[in-house]
């Protein structure tokens, strides 16, 4: 286990910091609280700006070669030099390739030759943050760095900055009061409120596990229950209050329900509902955007009971892999997604087509096509993208491509030249609607499957002319049940699905309906996705651990490769992937937002 780079002992600072023990690890580090919670003190304490009235703090630095700066500071004022210029600033802490290379990333080049009192607050915050880039220092502290920069443009030079802090080895810890940078970039987070500690852990442990109704709001928009919120809303008591995040709770129809809409909020990929429960009592409710939902609209609440414990999983480490041998890769690639106006979206899906093409769909409700080089041909458009993205593709045996368009609880079919030729679908439990459609495939003799989650999992198997022909599996924990269903694969009579959050592939016979095996229990991490190559072996992309996993037709695991993160032979979220014949492996690197080829 690393040393730890700080470690605090009941430190304190009148009117600012409170008793605060803690340590902080080598990584990258998020320090978050609303204003006036203590981030800028304790940061100013790290740097040695300031002296805390009580206390021990120890400093570890000896892991680093003598010729590197242990610490680097980016002030929340940005601590410039008003008489040098944005060129000056960065050549005297480094030669003349690095400055030259972080004036374009940061796309201050054309600011070179001017002064710090003639930039913009926005030009500023990346001057500041560039020379702390090519100071290379082992340690960074940076206190709201690039809190003046667009949002678009910030995540553009933040992938940047966290590519280059994996890459040379180094540390980084941040303050901010913006959660999406925390969940986005910091593997540990440190919650503040007061002057004091309220949490500290990896991120995706106190996103998911927060102590507090206070904690939870510090990463985002959260539902607490208290016990009593339960009894009333869930109809179940747990034995303590708790955080449910909105993409765990589904709202569903139910007209014999006393829970009823009393207002409702889009909030792009999430929406708030009032929720009534008579007598006066509602609540507000964080959930996923259902599309026509209205005032008076009779619902249920429906939580994805075992997301916590996927939390709790992958903050142990990955789970074992058989024998932990590692895919042998000849070379990679990386393969960019076009812009999308300004913004950057990110790969979800992917299928490969039979003339070496492949189809991806990105975060911006688009399908892609590229050629076997990597470049796109083809740029085609969902109707709309405003209550989320489609999740999952397959090239039907008439040529259409067909699209799970997930959350609109529809099939989407476009033609070979773009054209939307039919949509079928509605957001409902029967046959035939969908709550959330994910994945779909089509076997020889032209039946159709499709996989849908969102408390209702489930496959309903069609004809090729969408003729509801039956339905199998369902939501649980039990053999043949789902836990958010997710990518699926078809193959010699059998249909392949990856049972995310049960951590398993199960295995249906596709003419009865009937489960008959299941694959990876004990070894897969979050399976989002799997495909199968010539000879027969399956590659699963495991959302969790953050690499693929071979494994054969019996669910012997052959190898891995991969573990989460932001270099190299590293993946962040991995949503889906695809082989073509030439073994070429192509991972959705979602969180990475890039596409990772790997020659094997």
């Given at each position: 286990?690393?040393?730890?780079?700080?470690?605090?002992?009941?430190?304190?600072?009148p009117?600012?910091?409170l008793?605060i023990?803690?340590?902080f690890?080598?990584?990258?580090?998020?320090?978050?609280?609303?204003s006036g919670?203590?981030?800028?003190?304790?940061?100013?304490?790290?740097?040695?700006?300031e002296?805390?009235s009580?206390?021990?703090l120890?400093f570890?630095?000896?892991d680093?070669?003598?010729?590197?700066l242990?610490?680097?500071?980016?002030?929340?004022?940005?601590?410039l030099?008003?008489?040098?210029?944005?060129?000056q600033?960065l050549?005297?802490?480094?030669?003349?390739?690095?400055?030259?290379?972080?004036?374009?990333?940061?796309?201050?080049?054309e600011h070179?030759?001017?002064k710090?009192?003639?930039?913009?607050?926005?030009?500023?915050?990346?001057?500041?943050?560039?020379?702390?880039?090519?100071?290379?220092?082992?340690?960074?502290?940076?206190?709201?760095?690039?809190?003046?920069v667009?949002?678009?443009?910030a995540?553009?030079?933040?992938?940047?900055?966290?590519?280059?802090?994996?890459?040379?080895?180094?540390?980084?810890?941040f303050?901010?009061?913006?959660?999406?940078r925390v969940?986005?970039?910091?593997?540990?987070v440190?919650?503040?409120?007061?002057?004091?500690?309220?949490?500290?852990?990896?991120?995706?442990?106190v996103?998911?596990?927060?102590?507090?109704?206070?904690?939870?709001?510090?990463?985002?928009?959260?539902n607490?229950?208290?016990?009593?919120?339960?009894?009333i809303?869930?109809q179940h008591?747990?034995?303590?209050?708790?955080?449910v995040?909105?993409?765990?709770?589904h709202?569903?129809p139910?007209?014999?329900?006393?829970?009823?809409?009393?207002?409702?909020?889009?909030?792009?990929?999430?929406?708030?509902?009032t929720v009534?429960?008579?007598?006066e009592?509602?609540?507000?409710?964080?959930?996923?955007?259902?599309?026509?939902?209205?005032?008076s609209?009779?619902?249920?609440?429906?939580?994805i009971?075992?997301?916590?414990?996927?939390?709790?999983?992958?903050?142990?480490?990955?789970k074992?892999?058989g024998n932990?041998?590692?895919?042998?890769?000849?070379?990679?690639n990386?393969?960019?997604?076009?812009?999308?106006?300004?913004?950057?979206?990110?790969p979800r899906?992917?299928?490969?087509?039979?003339?070496?093409?492949?189809?991806?769909?990105?975060?911006?409700?688009?399908?892609?096509?590229?050629?076997?080089?990597?470049?796109?041909?083809?740029?085609?458009?969902?109707?709309?993208?405003?209550?989320?993205n489609p999740?999952g593709?397959?090239?039907?045996?008439?040529?259409?491509?067909?699209?799970?368009d997930?959350?609109y609880?529809?099939?989407?079919?476009?033609?070979?030249?773009?054209?939307?030729?039919?949509?079928?679908?509605?957001?409902?439990?029967?046959?035939?609607q969908?709550?959330?459609?994910?994945?779909?495939?089509?076997?020889?003799?032209?039946?159709i499957?499709?996989?849908?989650?969102?408390?209702?999992?489930?496959?309903q198997?069609f004809t090729?002319?969408?003729?509801h022909v039956m339905?199998?599996?369902k939501?649980?924990?039990?053999t043949g049940?789902?836990?958010r269903?997710?990518?699926?694969?078809?193959?010699?009579?059998?249909?392949y699905?990856?049972d995310?959050?049960?951590?398993?592939i199960?295995v249906f016979?596709?003419?009865?309906?009937k489960?008959?095996?299941?694959?990876?229990?004990?070894?897969l991490?979050l399976?989002?996705?799997?495909?199968i190559?010539?000879?027969?072996h399956?590659?699963i992309?495991?959302?969790?651990a953050?690499?693929v996993?071979?494994?054969?037709?019996?669910?012997k695991?052959?190898?891995?490769f991969?573990?989460?993160g932001r270099?190299?032979?590293?993946?962040?979220?991995?949503?889906?992937?695809?082989?073509?014949?030439?073994?070429?492996?192509?991972i959705?690197?979602?969180?990475?937002?890039?596409?990772?080829?790997?020659?094997?």
């Amino acid at each position: 286990m690393s040393e730890p780079l700080w470690q605090l002992e009941q430190i304190n600072m009148p009117g600012r910091l409170l008793d605060i023990t803690l340590s902080f690890t080598p990584g990258i580090t998020a320090v978050v609280g609303i204003s006036g919670a203590g981030k800028s003190s304790l940061l100013n304490l790290l740097v040695e700006f300031e002296k805390p009235s009580s206390g021990q703090l120890r400093f570890n630095h000896a892991d680093r070669p003598d010729t590197q700066l242990p610490v680097y500071w980016v002030p929340q004022d940005d601590g410039l030099w008003p008489h040098l210029t944005v060129r000056q600033h960065l050549s005297a802490l480094s030669d003349k390739t690095q400055s030259e290379h972080w004036l374009s990333i940061m796309e201050l080049t054309e600011h070179a030759d001017k002064k710090p009192p003639s930039l913009s607050r926005g030009q500023q915050n990346r001057l500041s943050v560039a020379r702390a880039m090519v100071s290379n220092a082992a340690i960074l502290v940076m206190d709201e760095p690039l809190a003046h920069v667009a949002h678009q443009d910030a995540m553009r030079y933040w992938q940047h900055i966290t590519d280059a802090i994996s890459s040379n080895n180094q540390s980084l810890i941040f303050a901010t009061h913006d959660p999406s940078r925390v969940l986005a970039y910091a593997k540990q987070v440190i919650c503040m409120g007061d002057g004091q500690v309220l949490q500290q852990g990896q991120t995706q442990q106190v996103y998911h596990q927060p102590r507090t109704q206070q904690i939870a709001d510090l990463l985002g928009p959260a539902n607490w229950f208290t016990t009593e919120d339960q009894a009333i809303y869930l109809q179940h008591s747990n034995e303590k209050p708790h955080c449910v995040r909105p993409q765990s709770l589904h709202i569903l129809p139910d007209n014999q329900s006393n829970l009823s809409i009393q207002r409702t909020q889009f909030h792009g990929s999430i929406q708030c509902s009032t929720v009534s429960a008579g007598n006066e009592t509602t609540k507000d409710i964080w959930h996923l955007p259902i599309p026509l939902l209205k005032v008076s609209d009779r619902i249920r609440l429906n939580v994805i009971t075992l997301l916590l414990l996927v939390s709790m999983i992958l903050i142990s480490g990955c789970k074992p892999s058989g024998n932990g041998e590692q895919i042998t890769v000849k070379q990679s690639n990386v393969w960019s997604i076009p812009l999308d106006d300004i913004s950057v979206p990110a790969p979800r899906s992917a299928r490969m087509l039979p003339d070496g093409r492949m189809i991806v769909l990105d975060t911006a409700g688009r399908v892609l096509l590229y050629d076997s080089h990597g470049k796109v041909t083809d740029i085609w458009r969902l109707p709309t993208n405003e209550n989320g993205n489609p999740e999952g593709t397959c090239l039907m045996q008439d040529g259409h491509i067909a699209v799970a368009d997930t959350h609109y609880h529809r099939i989407v079919f476009f033609d070979t030249q773009g054209k939307i030729t039919k949509m079928f679908g509605q957001r409902g439990e029967a046959s035939g609607q969908f709550i959330y459609p994910v994945s779909l495939v089509q076997d020889e003799d032209g039946f159709i499957y499709v996989v849908e989650y969102g408390g209702n999992d489930r496959v309903q198997k069609f004809t090729a002319e969408m003729q509801h022909v039956m339905t199998f599996g369902k939501a649980g924990t039990d053999t043949g049940e789902f836990q958010r269903a997710s990518g699926s694969l078809y193959h010699k009579g059998k249909l392949y699905v990856a049972d995310a959050i049960n951590n398993r592939i199960l295995v249906f016979d596709t003419q009865t309906g009937k489960h008959i095996d299941t694959l990876g229990e004990n070894h897969l991490d979050l399976p989002y996705d799997l495909t199968i190559d010539d000879r027969e072996h399956f590659y699963i992309a495991e959302y969790g651990a953050g690499r693929v996993t071979e494994m054969d037709l019996s669910g012997k695991i052959v190898a891995t490769f991969g573990h989460t993160g932001r270099g190299n032979d590293q993946f962040m979220t991995p949503w889906s992937l695809t082989v073509t014949p030439e073994h070429q492996l192509r991972i959705m690197d979602t969180g990475n937002r890039r596409i990772v080829e790997l020659e094997l």
